[in-house]
């Protein structure tokens, strides 16, 4: 029997999760943090002219104002709306009602924007102009100078400090030329990791004339920098100090590995010198810089910013948003007068429109991200009232799944509303994500939270015994007393953790006249 194909159509209901573009903007929006939400809003504000920054004291209207009568008509009565939650109020800043103009009027100062003899220059530089001329006219008083806070400056790097001790230095203007080399090739920590060979075909130098200058330059400010190793290091401070000779230098010279160790009896042995001899020489390496460029590297401070603020009023606690961390947009008045200009361009319009709607989107998605921000932040004091009154060592076992089902959304989106966010809380200001911890069982069966835990060991070893210090297998020990049973090798992983030593590493030796 021939095979015989056959066109038809069938109809078929089926559901399917479509994830709009609005759906898109407003998840990408929640998982930002304020830096990069405040770049994501100044980037809209570049490039949408119905965007504008709401200054203090603007009116407000519903977003449902914001809907222009043509994005009414396609979306029903709905369009723009949004509920209101936990009282507060689905509004955006606009400007305050302009002046009744004429209805051709802006469409007009839109053809006319770019002819340059309708500017009032006198105006304008009279108003706006920051030509040093004019500051003779005005002159500046204590209210009008900007406060120091807000005055950028860079930080001296380590390689302007050093530049600027070789240039004052007696050397030779090719020796100031390889001394310049060997300093742009030190590393973050002040270290010369290049070879030296290296150096000198990289100069068409010999290697001499390199070392030579290496040394020169192992002389600035700070003391042991363009070492090329720790051992090096430590050397060059101790020189500065004239003890090049002493046991100290000894000690990093030949017994560097047994001082990390911190067996002082082997070095005593090595050297001839009694323990407590040795310790006072150790005490004396600590000192010591181990990162010369310590005060010249790293970033500049990243300041953390706050998503909500939480306070306790009376015996409760209340969950504010921080209304300051997050940017206020208006709509243009401007731009609404040009929308609804009868004389403006279909093609005018249709571009506002456009504009229209993706401020629209900007807004409300910026008004999901606080109210789902302050519904998981209300959730965990809820959760965790026990730390916001006593403290870290009372943070219960909490996870995402616990806050979901709470508030009634999706994991993933508890996730992406605590990342990168913070709380400042009574106890201090903590990353929403601090609050979700994992657990240790207890005794009676009851989930302890890991970060309780690490609370517990940290206050064990800060009131140890120097001279006999709590191993990992004592502060198992201790813990089982307080009903919380965890193995020797989860306490050493807490330990390092938090950042703390092994117990033959924190051992104080009594300089006095005690032994180890």
Not at 2 to 22: F, S, Y
Request: charged content about 30%.
């Amino acid at each position: 029997m021939p095979l015989e194909a056959k066109l038809g159509q069938e109809l078929r209901l089926r559901q399917q999760l479509v994830m709009t573009p609005q759906l898109q903007q407003a998840i990408k929006i929640l998982q930002l943090a304020v830096p990069e939400l405040e770049t994501v809003v100044q980037t809209e504000l570049e490039q949408n002219p119905m965007l504008e920054m709401a200054e203090p004291g603007t009116a407000e209207v519903s977003l449902e104002s914001l809907t222009s009568p043509n994005d009414a008509a396609a979306n029903g009565n709905g369009a723009g709306e949004m509920p209101e939650e936990n009282g507060l109020a689905s509004e955006v800043e606009v400007p305050p009602p302009a002046p009744v103009l004429e209805s051709h009027d802006a469409a007009v100062e839109i053809r006319e924007v770019n002819t340059l003899e309708k500017i009032d220059w006198r105006e304008y530089l009279e108003n706006y102009s920051n030509n040093w001329q004019d500051n003779s006219a005005e002159p500046e008083d204590d209210d009008r100078r900007p406060a120091v806070e807000n005055t950028l400056s860079r930080k001296t790097s380590l390689e302007d400090h050093l530049i600027w001790q070789l240039r004052l230095s007696s050397l030779n203007e090719d020796d100031k030329r390889i001394g310049a080399t060997i300093i742009y090739n030190l590393n973050d920590d002040g270290y010369l990791e290049t070879p030296l060979d290296e150096l000198a075909a990289q100069l068409e130098c010999e290697v001499a004339a390199v070392e030579r200058v290496l040394k020169r330059v192992q002389r600035l400010d700070p003391p042991g920098v363009a070492a090329r190793d720790l051992k090096e290091c430590l050397l060059l401070q101790l020189a500065n100090l004239g003890m090049e000779e002493s046991l100290a230098a000894q000690i990093v010279r030949s017994h560097l590995s047994l001082l990390e160790k911190r067996r002082y009896a082997e070095i005593a042995k090595a050297t001839g010198v009694s323990v407590q001899t040795v310790a006072q020489a150790a005490k004396v390496i600590s000192l010591l810089e181990p990162k010369p460029a310590r005060e010249y590297g790293g970033q500049e401070a990243a300041y953390i910013v706050p998503d909500v603020i939480i306070h306790k009023m009376g015996d409760e606690y209340v969950v504010a948003l921080n209304e300051d961390a997050v940017p206020r947009l208006r709509l243009s008045g401007y731009y609404q007068r040009v929308l609804h200009d009868v004389d403006a361009t279909a093609e005018t319009k249709g571009y506002l429109q456009e504009r229209l709607r993706s401020a629209q989107w900007l807004v409300k998605s910026i008004y999901q991200r606080q109210q789902t921000i302050y519904k998981v932040a209300s959730s965990i004091v809820k959760f965790q009232r026990e730390f916001f009154d006593h403290g870290i060592s009372h943070l219960r076992h909490l996870v995402l799944k616990d806050v979901a089902d709470d508030i009634g959304m999706h994991e993933s989106t508890i996730s992406r509303a605590t990342a990168n966010k913070y709380a400042h809380t009574p106890q201090g200001t903590f990353e929403l994500k601090f609050f979700f911890t994992s657990s240790v069982k207890g005794a009676g069966g009851e989930d302890v939270s890991a970060e309780t835990v690490k609370e517990k060991i940290r206050r064990m070893v800060a009131a140890e015994d120097r001279r006999d210090p709590l191993s990992d297998q004592a502060l198992a020990e201790l813990l089982r007393r307080d009903q919380i049973n965890i193995a020797r090798r989860t306490v050493a992983k807490y330990r390092q953790a938090l950042g703390i030593l092994p117990s033959a590493r924190r051992k104080l030796i009594d300089q006095a006249g005690g032994t180890d």
